[in-house]
Every structure is written in structure tokens, then in C-alpha cells.
T-cell receptor, first 111, second 114 residues
Framework: RKEVEQDPGPFNVPEGATVAFNCTYS??????FFWYRQDCRKEPKLLMS???SGNEDGRFTAQLNRASQYISLLIRDSKLSDSATYLC????????????FGKGTTLSVSS | EAQVTQNPRYLITVTGKKLTVTCSQN?????MSWYRQDPGLGLRQIYY???????DKGDVPEGYKVSRKEKRNFPLILESPSPNQTSLYFC?????????????FGSGTRLTVV
């Protein structure tokens, strides 16, 4: 099995809110983990890589829990421009060629 | 500007008429791959290539062909398109030293087969 599961949402939040997305993956041998952002009908764009130690990029914080096979993304102080679909992506192999995408979580930030 | 370029952006064709979607990257990336995105199914990998003349099947390769004769180009060929291949297609690339740092995607090709 090679699945990546996400809550599809939509998450509807006001500007300034903090919102958290979760993702679980089934293959314990998975190597690398990412969050991508996809605007409607456009290409996915890399948001950030995810590490066990956690990583932060401005208002965005990502965390990996290998034991629970769980990935999270936290967005603080949401902006209207954060409205998009967020894709959890897992790379299964060390070569980096086997990508498995979650179906995405939709975020809508309103004023 | 570093980018992955796909053409065409939109294509409507008839069942059985062979077509090619082109993909080109200007970043000297070794790895290239094709995905299709369908509502409720997310992105699924069709084919990937680790370098020139090295290609392999992804999760949904049936009905598609690819070639990698040059490092920068990775065309997707539909020899006999069928309506179930109506989808949004993305090409992506990355360096083999950065495969675990994320892929760059093209802008997509929306294909309709009638």
C-alpha cells in the first residue's frame, strides 16, 4: 500500500486565524516529505520540506512524526492570499522518483 | 528564468488521434516525470525518467508513452487517446542531487478527448 491521506476540508477561516492541516502516510519506509501549495487549476508549487526536527518558514511550520507516520502544517496569522489547496507529498524511495500525493486540503481565508 | 515549459496548455482532440504533449526544462535536471490530476483522485504519476534514455512506469502508465532522447525534453505521447484520458497533466523535474528537495512543475496541459 502506498497512500497519503488528508482531510479534504474545506477549512474556512477568517484572516488572522491559525489553522493546522494533518496528513498520514501508510508506507513506513517513506524517505522524504513535503507540503506543496496548488492554486485553482495551476501547477503545484513547493511550500516546504518536512523534517522530524520540524521546520519553520515565516508563518508556516511543518512537522514530521515518523513513529506515527504523521505530517502536519501550521499556518499562523492567515492571509487572504493563503487561500489554496495544500498537498501533502511523500517520496517513497531514496532515489527520489516515487512521489505519492495526498488529494489535498482546501483552505479558504475570508476577510 | 528557471522553468518547466509544457505545450500546449489546452487541447481538445478526438478519440484515436495520436497526440504529443511536450515538456522542456532549462535547469539541467536529470529527473523528469509526468502526472495526471483528476477530481477526487489527486495527482498520479504516469512515467518518470532518471536521465537520458532511462524511463520507467509510474502508477498509471497504460495508454501513454514517453521518450527521453535529450536531457531537457520529456514528451508524453498518447498513441490512441480515449475519453478516460481527459485530465489535467503536469510535467515536473528536479536535479538528482535535489530529488529530496522538491520538484518544479510545469503550468499544466488540460486535455479533453471527445
Amino acid at each position: 500500500r502506498k497512500e497519503v491521506e488528508q482531510d479534504p476540508g474545506p477549512f474556512n477561516v477568517p484572516e488572522g486565524a491559525t489553522v493546522a492541516f494533518n496528513c498520514t502516510y501508510s508506507n513506513s519506509a517513506s524517505q522524504s516529505f513535503f507540503w506543496y501549495r496548488q492554486d485553482c487549476r495551476k501547477e503545484p508549487k513547493l511550500l516546504m520540506s518536512v523534517y522530524s526536527s520540524g521546520n519553520e518558514d515565516g508563518r508556516f511550520t511543518a512537522q514530521l512524526n515518523r513513529a506515527s507516520q504523521y505530517i502536519s502544517l501550521l499556518i499562523r496569522d492567515s492571509k487572504l492570499s493563503d487561500s489554496a489547496t495544500y498537498l501533502c507529498v511523500v517520496i517513497l524511495n531514496q532515489a527520489g522518483t516515487a512521489l505519492i500525493f495526498g488529494k489535498g486540503t482546501t483552505l479558504s481565508v475570508s476577510s | 528564468e528557471a522553468q518547466v515549459t509544457q505545450n500546449p496548455r489546452y487541447l481538445i482532440t478526438v478519440t484515436g488521434k495520436k497526440l504529443t504533449v511536450t515538456c522542456s526544462q532549462n535547469m539541467n535536471h536529470e529527473y523528469m516525470s509526468w502526472y495526471r490530476q483528476d477530481p477526487g483522485l489527486g495527482l498520479r504519476q504516469i512515467y518518470y525518467s532518471m536521465n537520458v534514455e532511462v524511463t520507467d512506469k509510474g502508477d498509471v502508465p497504460e495508454g501513454y508513452k514517453v521518450s527521453r532522447k535529450e536531457k531537457r525534453n520529456f514528451p508524453l505521447i498518447l498513441e490512441s487517446p480515449s475519453p478516460n484520458q481527459t485530465s489535467l497533466y503536469f510535467c515536473a523535474s528536479t536535479s538528482n542531487s535535489e530529488a529530496n528537495y522538491g520538484y518544479t512543475f510545469g503550468s499544466g496541459t488540460r486535455l479533453t478527448v471527445v
